[in-house]
């Protein structure tokens, strides 16, 4: 049962969903030793890495829609754990590349399993993965996360001084 209000704004919904999905992949990849941060990660390199990519901790920030300082401190953490592995950049010594361990692509073809089933449950009412309304809502997705958004707009006046 929802407990949103009666006429939620599109960004309290676009608030609550993502919420509710975090959690959900978060409980659901405990076993696997994940958090749904780590699994956009180790996803996002899986997938650069079949494509015969090795990038970046940047590009993979760029890839993945997370700050560059967040992706360096979840790489570490996933380095730790034996997951991937960072290395210098030979022609660019600043940048720092990330491969996916055996371990890593393991784990991660096991926790995208997980993951594509729980989409499954949340798509349901959309037809599924593979329905015609899951494909329309992905496209309205991509349009609305083209949009720039410029945060000082919304940003209150400040008076010079105030007495």
Known sequence: MSTTPEC??????????????????????????????QYSLVASLYGMQHAGQQPSQR??????GLEPLYVSKL??????????ERARDPKDPRAVRLTLTEQGLDVTGRAIHVVRE???????PLGGLDGARTREFAADLMALLDVP?????????TTQEQS
């Open 8 to 37: 939620p704004t599109p960004g309290f919904l676009v608030w609550r969903l993502s919420m509710k999905w975090r959690v959900a992949v978060d409980r659901a990849l405990t076993g696997l030793g994940l958090t749904h941060a």
């Open 118 to 124: 729980l989409m499954q449950q949340q798509l349901a």
């Open 149 to 157: 958004l410029d945060p000082s707009t919304g940003r209150p006046e």
């Open 59 to 64: 590009q993979l920030a760029d890839h993945a």
């Open 75 to 84: 790489a570490r953490a996933l380095e730790s754990a034996g997951l991937l």
